[in-house]
C-alpha cells in the first residue's frame, strides 16, 4: 500500500513540473499589510491546445507505422 502511495505521490509531483515546465500552470506572490497572496492560475486553453498537438503526433506515427 505504501509504494502505491508514493508512485502517486511522485507521478503527481512529476505531472506538476512538467505542467509548470509547458506553461500550463502559473504561480505567483503578493505581499500587502504583512500578508501574503498566492495565486495558482491554470490555462485550460494551452492544456486543450497542447493536448490536440500531441494526439496529431499520435496519429502521425500510427499512419507512419502502417506505412
Known amino acids: 500500500m505504501n509504494r502505491i502511495l508514493i508512485v502517486l505521490v511522485v507521478l503527481g509531483i512529476c505531472v506538476a513540473g512538467l505542467g509548470y515546465y509547458m506553461g500550463w500552470f502559473h504561480v505567483e506572490s503578493t505581499k500587502s499589510d504583512g ?33
Not at 495565486?39 to 506515427?61: G, H, S
Open 35 to 67: 500578508q501574503t497572496h498566492i495565486t495558482l492560475t491554470v490555462d485550460q486553453k494551452k492544456i486543450q491546445a497542447d493536448e490536440k498537438r500531441a494526439l496529431e503526433k499520435v496519429r502521425e506515427v500510427g499512419h507512419f507505422s502502417k506505412d
